[in-house]
């Protein structure tokens, strides 16, 4: 059973950085493609920034340039730098982790961007 915590969410004021980390447990973490999710309240779950198994990356629109993904295959973890944070980011966020058809979520982690 693949296990995914995320940390790293709190109240940041517009501008501001966090760091998000997911962290794996219970599977070949190096296999799966690796993304970052939001939910905004009355919004619909959106991609932020999706990491292969080879560090390929992408990125929504609204966040590149400002965010960055990437993982430590050593550690098991994902990360989601995300500087120059707007009030529209404020958001759940949730790990993803995808291999094949397989996908698993973490229990999201709340951003919340705020003067």
């Known amino acids: 059973q693949v296990q995914l915590v995320e940390s790293g969410g709190g109240l940041e004021q517009p501008g501001g950085s966090l760091r998000l980390s997911c962290a794996a447990s219970g599977t070949i973490f190096s296999i799966y493609v690796m993304g970052w999710y939001r939910q905004a309240p009355g919004k619909q779950r959106e991609l932020v920034a999706r990491?292969?198994?080879?560090?390929?990356?992408n990125y929504a629109d609204s966040v590149k340039g400002r965010f960055t993904i990437s993982r430590d295959n050593a550690k098991n973890t994902v990360y989601l730098q995300m500087n120059s944070l707007k009030p529209e980011d404020t958001a759940v966020y949730y790990c993803n982790a995808n291999y094949d058809s397989l996908g698993y979520w973490g229990q999201g982690t709340r951003v919340t961007v705020s003067s």
């Open positions: 990491i292969s198994t080879g560090s390929t990356t």
